[in-house]
C-alpha cells in the first residue's frame, strides 16, 4: 500500500484550484470472482469518467495502473504503471484496456484477491491540488487465483505478496514465523536491552517462508528479535523471559 501512497501524493498535494476536480474509476475486466493465474490471460479494463468541474486537457496526464491486495504490480522487473495524454471534458469518459498472459503471484496458493484499478491526473489543471473525492479513484473486484493454471509466459503480471511476521516466543522457544519471503535467507538477532547482541544467525526460507524453532536459553529480562534480509526489514518482536 505504501506504493499507492506514494502514487497518489504525486497528485494529491494541498492547493486548492479554481474548479472542482474529481475523477471517478469503474474497473471492468476483470470481472468480480474471475479466475486468474500464470496461464489465463488478463485483461485489465478500467473506465475513467471526469466528475468534477474541470476539464481533463492535452496539458494533463492520466495516470492508471493496475494493483493487487493494495499493491503496485510489476512485469519485467518493473512496476506497472500506465499513462495517456487525451482531453476528457466535464462529465466525459475515457476507457484504457491493457492485456497480459496471465497472473503469477509469488508463493501464493489458491485463494482469491482483491484486483483493483487506480486512476489519477496530474498537469497544468490538476496538479497540485486535493480532488474533492479520493475514495472513487479505485475500483476492486475479487479474482479467483489458481497457481497451477499453466506455465508462465514473459508478458505476466507478478505481485508479490506482502512479508506477514506471526514470530512469537513461550515456554523458553523462540518461534520464527514469516511468511511471502522473496528472499533465500534472512538474518535473526536478539539484542537484550543494553544493546548486546545473545544471538545472531543467518536462517534460510524454504517455499517462501522462514521457519525455525530456536531454543536460546536466555536469561530472565526483555529482548527484541529482530528480522531482516538484503531487500526489507521485518519487523522486531519484544520478547520477555520471566
Not at 167 to 188: E, P
Amino acid at each position: 500500500m505504501k506504493r499507492i501512497f506514494t502514487l497518489l501524493a504525486f497528485v494529491l498535494i494541498a492547493k486548492m484550484a479554481a474548479g472542482q476536480v474529481d475523477i471517478g474509476v469503474t474497473l471492468n475486466s476483470p470481472l468480480n470472482n474471475a479466475p486468474a493465474g500464470p496461464g489465463i490471460p488478463l485483461s485489465f479494463d478500467i473506465t475513467i469518467t471526469n466528475s468534477g468541474t474541470v476539464a481533463i486537457t492535452t496539458m494533463d496526464t492520466i495516470i492508471y495502473a493496475p494493483t493487487l491486495d493494495g499493491s503496485l504490480l510489476s512485469s519485467g522487473g518493473n512496476s506497472i504503471v500506465f499513462s495517456s495524454i487525451q482531453a476528457v471534458p466535464v462529465g466525459g469518459t475515457v476507457n484504457f484496456t491493457q492485456n497480459f498472459a496471465g497472473l503469477n503471484i509469488n508463493g501464493a496458493s489458491a485463494q482469491a484477491f482483491a484486483f483493483c484499478g487506480l486512476a489519477l491526473v496530474a498537469g497544468p489543471n490538476w496538479s497540485n491540488v486535493v480532488e474533492s473525492d479520493t475514495t472513487n479513484n479505485l475500483d476492486c473486484n475479487d479474482i479467483q487465483y489458481d497457481p497451477n493454471s499453466v506455465s508462465i509466459d514473459e508478458n505476466v503480471l507478478i505481485a508479490a505478496l506482502k512479508p506477514v511476521n506471526t514470530s512469537y516466543f513461550s515456554n523458553g522457544t523462540l518461534y520464527i514465523r514469516v511468511a511471502n519471503m522473496d528472499v533465500k535467507a534472512a538474518q535473526v538477532n536478539v539484542v537484550d536491552l543494553t544493546g548486546k547482541v545473545v544471538y545472531n544467525q543467518y536462517l534460510e526460507t524454504s517455499n517462501f517462508e522462514l521457519k525455525s524453532d530456536l531454543n536460546l536459553n536466555l536469561s530472565k529480562g526483555i529482548y527484541l528479535v529482530n528480522i531482516r534480509s538484503e531487500k526489507a526489514q521485518y519487523g522486531s518482536r519484544k520478547i520477555i523471559v520471566q
